[in-house]
């Protein structure tokens, strides 16, 4: 396991080396998940290019941290670990809240950033008030009173049968995550919006939606792909907001697909 101090937080990250002279893949994980969500597209992946997955602050086993957060706190903590790392220039790949810290990232840092790969995200995700009322339903309930809506937006009714073992996997997950480090991050999502920041991205882009997904639909997504000059968008079918989990295998073709032609004149170091 490998751990770092940065930003008054412990960081919990996974690198899995891969070829020198391929840029480094960054995954950064959704609301109420932790990084074991992208094991299914890190096997497929893994020997093609170097690999780097975190908890971000107040999920997993990283720190919780001063809450609430500002996107602004995970970009802090996302240069600070790729500084640590001597990461110089990546493709980041966020899903949802991740899919913003991506975008936040390059607003401040476009130097660190090769190329994106927004996940089920979007410039916007729901309203201020949508966001207020999660966070006094949980300070109320805990996260056990909404877990059920969340299932459904994130899982499509085939995963979330009684027969897959996974779909009570999942739910434990986000049942165990810090309460204050997911309020604090719905905080992040609520006060977050990258419209304006969308339009001026120039790195090749990917925009990438399951069918299904409840929390951010393909509409929304194909929306921010239109801000986004010459993004790619591609909808991973009989999936909803997590493909990495619901259809690993569909997802890796995509980001395969749009990151070869990216890397085929990478020649190797020295
Ligand atoms: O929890 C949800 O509704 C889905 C979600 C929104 C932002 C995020 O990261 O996950």
């Not at 996974?14 to 597209?41: E, H, M």
């Amino acid at each position: 396991m490998q751990f770092v101090q940065l930003n008054g937080v412990t960081l919990h990250y996974q690198v899995i080396g891969g070829p020198a002279q391929r840029p480094v893949i960054v995954f950064i994980n959704s609301l109420g998940t932790d990084f074991r969500i992208w094991r299914d597209v890190l096997v497929r992946l893994a020997g093609d290019y170097p690999l780097l997955t975190y908890d971000k602050r107040g999920h997993g086993l990283s720190d919780v941290g001063q809450t609430p957060y500002s996107i602004d706190d995970h970009v802090d903590d996302l240069i600070g670990l790729l500084e640590h790392l001597d990461v110089r220039q990546a493709v980041i790949c966020g899903l949802s809240v991740g899919g913003l810290i991506a975008q936040g990232l390059y607003a401040r840092r476009p130097d660190l950033v090769r190329a994106l790969i927004l996940c089920d995200t979007a410039h916007k995700i729901g309203t201020f008030e949508m966001w207020a009322s999660r966070i006094n339903a949980i300070n109320e309930s805990g996260l056990e009173g909404i877990v059920d809506g969340v299932m459904e937006r994130w899982f499509t009714p085939s995963f979330r049968e009684p027969d897959n073992p996974a779909f009570p996997g999942y739910r434990n997950m986000m049942l165990r995550q810090p309460v204050a480090g997911y309020t604090g991050t719905c905080a992040a999502i609520r006060d977050a919006d990258f419209t304006v920041a969308a339009t001026k991205i120039s790195v090749p882009t990917l925009c990438v939606v399951g069918d299904q997904d409840g929390a951010t639909p393909p509409d929304l997504v194909l929306s921010l792909a239109k801000l986004i000059p010459s993004a790619r968008y591609e909808v991973i079918k009989d999936a909803g907001h997590i493909p990495c989990v619901e259809q690993p295998e569909a997802l890796n073709a995509v980001i395969e697909a749009f990151l070869s032609p990216l890397v085929s004149g990478d020649q190797p170091h020295g």
